[in-house]
Nanobody, 127 residues
Framework: QLQVVESGGGLVQPGGSLRLSCAVS????????IGWFRQAPGKEREGISC????????NYADSVKGRFTISRDNAKNTVYLQMNSLKSEDTAVYYC????????????????????WGQGTQVTVSS
């Protein structure tokens, strides 16, 4: 079965960096999207960005532009979220999600369109 697993979260000081990993296994597709989301306590789940099947990343949230970068290791079927200049407001559970049969080249899927979700990894930014 298809499986999505996030890793790399932890405790980091303000201004520090973390790289999260999203490993997707059990699928073969020429068209897909992989998205990163986060959810802080008491808040709704927020989309960060996505990696599309044509190699394009798009639609970074305003709150992370210039600080977060999404990338992929094709050989490992792993998508990364590099987070720099972290702030206390970045504290959240970070989720990776997978959408199969997604042919759009420009737009990230909306939250409720993704087919598979990981269990999340906690990121805490605090001094």
């Amino acid at each position: 079965q298809l499986q999505v697993v996030e890793s790399g979260g932890g405790l980091v000081q303000p201004g520090g960096s973390l790289r999260l990993s999203c490993a997707v296994s059990g699928f073969t597709s020429d068209y897909y999207a992989i998205g990163w989301f986060r959810q802080a306590p008491g808040k709704e789940r927020e989309g960060i960005s996505c990696y599309l099947n044509n190699g394009r990343t798009t639609n970074y949230a305003d709150s992370v532009k210039g600080r977060f970068t999404i990338s992929r290791d094709n050989a490992k079927n792993t998508v990364y979220l590099q987070m720099n200049s972290l702030k206390s407001e970045d504290t959240a559970v970070y989720y990776c999600a997978f959408r199969r049969s997604y042919a759009y080249a420009t737009y990230c899927p909306m939250l409720n369109v993704y087919d598979y979700w990981g269990q999340g990894t906690q990121v805490t930014v605090s001094s």
